[in-house]
Every structure is written in structure tokens, then in C-alpha cells.
């Protein structure tokens, strides 16, 4: 008989024809899932390749200032920079260091970029208020925040020293510098959302420097500690209370210790410690030295740890 079939095609017996169609299926099959777990591994290295940032706000104290840097300008070697590998040592967050020289409540919240020039070494640009520049940072980096570090009331009470009344000037000022720090912290924790480590920090008492004077003075370094314990630190701690953790510097290194009661034989252990941490014994520079800078840092770090806790 006669066949139908052209000597030039191939016909498949029903068997063979579906066992073809399974294969292709399953290369189909097998190709779909590779690209599958392609798309998972790109999308798990894009999300572990994503660096974490570390977001300062404030004044020198955080951009890191040191009286003797030759350019005469903040350095890559404050507390800020130096957190960063003790928050992660494989992958240490990227600095977004927003700090200004001279920065106070007000001008964080006023000024537009930082008149001063004195930020730390390869910061952002800014052209807005300081702490708008933070929120935008915050909210860009969202989820990737290692921390939130803000220094700030230093130079509002600094603003004090030149008055006749000190005391009066400085009780009178301490509500207003909390309203407005809190203010600031306040609207760093609205954008960071609630997981977000927001740290600040208390000062060193450079007023126990007066220990040393040529003539010692001791009622003067009891009376800064008065204003600290008094004023500056309670207005300080009220304003990131219930929003942020805070470094309390002044405590840990002893500046709110009892002095002796006669300026003779050895000296205060705290007055040797702020001798130590800032240059205000060697130099009359209230800034920190690169032990305090490491002080803080670590300080910071573990405030950070503990708080996760």
C-alpha cells in the first residue's frame, strides 16, 4: 500500500511524541527556575551589598574638630568616624556627617548650610537648614541606618559666658535650648521611624580644668559642676528623653564627681580625666583629643548595644 507519509519528514509514533513534549516541558521547566534563582541570588546580593549608614548632626563635637589639625578644619578622625567600625567591623556603615562648627539648636533649625565652612572633611554639601539635610539623608536611607548621632547645646549655653549674670543667663536659656533640641530630635525620630538608633550625647565638664590654673581655682570648678547638674545636663537629657538614647560623657568621665575639699595633694582623678579626653588643660580648647574622640566612640557604642538589649 501506498504510504501518505513524505520520505522527507519524520512521523513520531504517540509515544515518542509525548515523551518529546515532557522534555521540552521540563527544559522549559528547568530554564524558568534557573532564571528564578538567578533573580534571587542578584536580588540577595543587591540587598546584603547595600551599605548601611551612620548620620551625624550637630556642632564640632561631631564633625570631629581638632584645634591642632594644619588646615585648620574638622578631620575624618572624630567620634562620628571612629563609631562606624565599632557599630560592624566586617562592613562598617558609610559617614553622612552633617556636623557644623559652631552649630547651635537654633541655627540646626535656621541657618542655611554651614556658614562656618568648618565640617568635617568630605561631608555632604548642603544648602538647606542642617536639619533639614538630616531628614533627607534619613528618609533617602531608610531601613539602612546604622545610627542616628547628634551633639548639640555647647555653644547655646557657651553663648552664656560673656554675661555678667552666668547663672541667671544660663537658667534663663536652658528651657529654650530644650524646646528646640527636642524639636530637632523629635523630627529625626518622626522620619527614622521607631527602630532606628538616635543617640546623643552629654559634654565633658571642661569647667574642672580651673583645678590647674596657676592659681587653682577651686569654687570655680565647683560651680561648673552647679550649672551642669543644675541646668545644662537636665535640660539636655529631657530633650531626647523618650526619643532617643543619650552618651552621658559628663557622667562617664567623671565631671559631676565630689571634688576634695582642699586643693592640696593628688590630683582629682575626673580633672586628670578631662585633662585626658579634651584639650582643655594644654591648650585652653574645650574640643576633644584623639583619646576622647576614642572615648566617646566607644562610649556610644555600647549606649547603642545596651539599648538594643
Known amino acids: 500500500a501506498a504510504s501518505n507519509v513524505s520520505p522527507t519528514s519524520t512521523a513520531f509514533p504517540p509515544t515518542l511524541s509525548r515523551m518529546r513534549k515532557t522534555i521540552i516541558g521540563l527544559i522549559l521547566l528547568a530554564a524558568s527556575v534557573i532564571v528564578i534563582l538567578l533573580s534571587l541570588v542578584t ?3 543587591t540587598t546584603t551589598a547595600t551599605q548601611d549608614v551612620l548620620i551625624g548632626v550637630g556642632d564640632s563635637y561631631v564633625a570631629g574638630y581638632q ?13 562620628v568616624d571612629r563609631l562606624a567600625p565599632l557599630l560592624d567591623e566586617t562592613q562598617p556603615p558609610s559617614v553622612l556627617n552633617f556636623g557644623c562648627s559652631g552649630a547651635t539648636t537654633k541655627t540646626v533649625l535656621e541657618t542655611r548650610g554651614c556658614t562656618t565652612g568648618a565640617q568635617a572633611n568630605n561631608a555632604p554639601v548642603y544648602r538647606t537648614t542642617q536639619l533639614d539635610a538630616a531628614i533627607a539623608a534619613v528618609s533617602a536611607h531608610r531601613g539602612h541606618i546604622s545610627a542616628i548621632v547628634v551633639a548639640l547645646g555647647a555653644n547655646d549655653f557657651a553663648r552664656c559666658a560673656n554675661d555678667p549674670n552666668l547663672d541667671a543667663c ?4 536652658a528651657p529654650v535650648i ?12 518622626q522620619t527614622a521611624g521607631s527602630s532606628t538608633p538616635i ?3 552629654t559634654y565633658p565638664n571642661i569647667g574642672l580644668a580651673a583645678w590647674l590654673n596657676q592659681r587653682p581655682r577651686r569654687a570655680d570648678a565647683v560651680h561648673a559642676q552647679e550649672l551642669i547638674a543644675t541646668y545644662i545636663n537636665p535640660a539636655i537629657l529631657s530633650a531626647y528623653r523618650g526619643l532617643a538614647l543619650v552618651a552621658n560623657v ?10 576634695p575639699v582642699s586643693i592640696e595633694g593628688e590630683r582629682p582623678a575626673s580633672v586628670t580625666k578631662v585633662c585626658e579626653i579634651t584639650w582643655m588643660c594644654r591648650q ?13 566612640a566607644r562610649l556610644i557604642s555600647l549606649r547603642i548595644k545596651d539599648g538594643r538589649g
Open 250 to 259: 559628663t557622667a562617664a568621665s567623671g565631671g559631676l564627681d565630689p571634688l
Open 43 to 45: 536580588h540577595g546580593k
Open 170 to 173: 544660663i537658667s534663663t536659656q
Open 178 to 189: 530644650e524646646g528646640r533640641l527636642r524639636q530637632i530630635v523629635m523630627q529625626l525620630r
Open 67 to 79: 584645634p591642632l589639625d594644619p588646615s585648620g578644619a574638622a578631620t575624618l578622625h572624630g567620634f
Open 199 to 201: 543617640i546623643g550625647i
Open 284 to 296: 585652653g580648647d574645650l574640643h576633644l583629643t584623639p583619646a576622647g574622640q576614642d572615648f566617646v
